[in-house]
Structures are given as C-alpha cells and as structure tokens.
C-alpha cells in the first residue's frame, strides 16, 4: 500500500471530505552510480560551503534570495506556509470547466485521490460521480511542499485524479519560442493532403497503452547484460532521414504501398469516391461494389494486421474501408465471405 504524499481537505461548497494525495505514475528509468573512470571509486555530490569548501548539513540549509550580489533575504520553510494558510491544508475548489475545453499542455503531473476513511465513501462517491457524468473539473489552488499548486480535479475509471496545471503566463507562446515555423501561406496540394490523410487513416489504431513499451529501457538493459557477458551489443539501426520536400508524392505513395495499400491505386486530387472513381494510375475505372464482388476466402482473419486487412478490403473493393478500425475492417471481410461459403455449402 502507498503511502500519501499530502493529506487535507477537498471542498466545494459547503461540502468537504478529507482526502490523501498519492503519486500516480513512477518512473523506470535506468539510474547510473558516477564513478571516475579506469576505477570503482563512487562519486559522490556534496553540499559544501562555498567559502569554507566544508559540507553542511542538510538541516541547516535555509532558502536565500539573492537581492544583490552576496547579499540574501532568508526566508524560512514555515514562512512559506504562513504566505497561503489553509491552502496548504485544503484543496478548495473554486468552479468547474468543462474538461474539453482545456488545452492539454496545461496538464503537469497526475495524482490520485482517494478518501481518508471508509466514513467519507458517500461524499467522495458524490463527488466522483457528478464530474463523471457532467465531463467537468474542479479548478481549485493549493500548496504542497512550499509551491502553490494550479489544480483540476476529475473523475477517473471510478476514482478522483488531481491534475496540476501550469498557469497561463507559463506557457510559451510557439511563434515567439520557434524561428521556422511554416508561414501562413504555405499551401500543399489537394492530392498530396489526400494522400497524407488515407496514410493516417490505414495508421488508425484503437487506443491502447499496453502496447506501448520503453524500448529505450530495454535496450539499456541488455547493453548492460552484453557488457557484463563480455558480448558485442548491436545498436539499433540509424533514425530516419527527413523527406525530400521535392519527392514528397513519390514518399507518400510509398508510404502507402508499406502500409498496405495496393500499388496504382492513388486517390484523384478532389479525393476521389470509393466506388466508380478513376485510377490514375492505370487510367481504368475502379470496380464498383455490387453483389457480383470477388468474395473473401473463409479464413481465420484475427492475426493479420491492420495493413493486411485492408489490402484485402481494397481487392474486394469494400466500400468506406479507409475510415474503418481493424476490427471493422475484419468484419466487413468476414461478412463479404458468407455468401461464398453458403454458395459451397449448397453445392
């Protein structure tokens, strides 16, 4: 069991439960030791007078702010405390927003909350509830570890996350951060925003964090085990180059075949239909569906990709196929394969 990072009071309104504050991610990064090289001799970081060149003790260091050069206000821990009394007690909300209606760089960190005793289940049921069906969050402030916190309380798979948020005047403003940003008047073409727009759809993958893992940590683990076996590691191949602004229709067609899309069968510069519009390419008509459509072969189609999937689809000529999931792209070939199997079975 976790033990609470902060513990005080949520309110809004007249309504209060006690809560506890808790951490709700960790990070699995590979931690080093410093050592000097050609030995094992750790090294270690000290806190050390600047003038003495002594180590002073963790309890005797105090915050100073420079006013002028060498010369400090200190200011205490309780001080700054005192600056927001009760908010470092008391998470108090203030109004709720609507949840799309806030941008998603001004989420920080993510904490759970959960309620301090079996007592208070009723109210912080309540609570979680009525976020959860009105899609709001409580904007509240409050202090944690002498730092004022921006605060969003939502409801969560069932429980009550506290985000913090950076305030507005900490965000940076892109046109004055970054120096080569497109101008307004750049312009692509219809056929290459066609092109771009069937790749992102034939990449569409339903949301699923588990399938991603931080290869960059495994990779660390076994250069860590080939060292340690005296063994060769072999590193990843090189990271891509960028794309040639000249070839970019020669990239994107590509692009499409890769990902499985038939060769020859790019879409016009006005996006083209799905039945009956014209393959460049080939400079033939594409076939319509209709009852007279090559049907699919019965097969088991759960182990195929997305891309294999949907080159199928495209032979059989299925209609909206582009803007269809996997599993919808498995269904549909799935149900154009049942009149073939009726067909033999009748036979």
Known sequence: MARPIWSGIL???????????YAATEDH???FRQIQRGTSDRVRNLRVNERTGKEVAFGDIVKGFETAEGEYVVVEPEELDQISPGRSKTIEISGFVDLDQVEPIFFDKTYYLGPKGKEYAKVYTLLQKALEQSNRAG??????RGKEYLTAVR?????????TMHFADEVRDPHREIGNLPESGTTVS?????????????LAVDWNPDDYKDTFEEKVHELIAAKQAGQEFEAPSAAPRPSNVIDL???LSRSLESAGRPAGADADAGGGSEAGAEDEGAGKPRKRASAGRKKAPAEDLSELTKAELYRRASELDIPHRSTMT????????EQAAVPARHLRAAS
């Open 29 to 31: 990064t590979v931690h």
């Open 249 to 251: 229709m020669d990239v």
């Open 139 to 144: 904007i509240a402030l409050f202090s944690m």
């Open 190 to 202: 219809d056929r290459e925003l066609t092109m771009a727009e069937q790749l992102i759809d034939m």
């Open 11 to 21: 309110s809004f309104g007249l309504v209060s439960v006690p809560v506890s504050l």
């Open 155 to 163: 409801a969560d798979r069932g429980i009550l996350t506290a985000h």
């Open 326 to 333: 996997r599993d919808e792209l498995q269904a549909a070939l």
